[in-house]
């Protein structure tokens, strides 16, 4: 959360900031993303960052949720110490 914070505080002083807008998609242009239609309006910009997250609009939209079962793999590992019982 610190390290978002102070990103998005320096993203700030070189950027317009538009906050409590809601992203219904992306807009596309030649096959690239050249902007956002909101509930309200569409805006557009040579950068688009979609900071909304794996489950967000923008995942959604460029369908980087989507995993190919044959070409997927997971694996976690975990420590543990001093477990009784």
Same mark, same amino acid.
């Given at each position: !959360?610190?390290?978002?914070? =102070? /990103?998005?505080? !320096?993203? #700030? #002083?070189?950027?317009?900031? *538009?906050? +409590?807008?809601?992203? #219904?998609? /992306? /807009?596309?242009? %030649?096959?690239?993303?050249?902007? =956002? ?8 910009? #040579?950068?688009?960052? +979609?900071?909304?997250?794996? %489950? ?8 980087? +949720?989507? *995993?190919?079962? %044959?070409? %997927? ?13």
């Amino acid at each position: !959360e610190f390290l978002d914070a =102070v /990103l998005f505080e !320096e993203a #700030k #002083k070189h950027v317009e900031v *538009l906050e +409590g807008v809601k992203v #219904k998609k /992306l /807009l596309f242009k %030649n096959g690239k993303v050249s902007g =956002v239609e909101c509930e309200d309006k569409c805006y557009t910009a #040579k950068i688009v960052v +979609g900071a909304d997250g794996a %489950n967000g609009i923008t995942a959604k939209c460029l369908e980087a +949720g989507a *995993l190919d079962e %044959n070409h %997927n793999a997971v694996a976690i590992r975990s420590y543990y110490a001093n477990v009784q019982g």
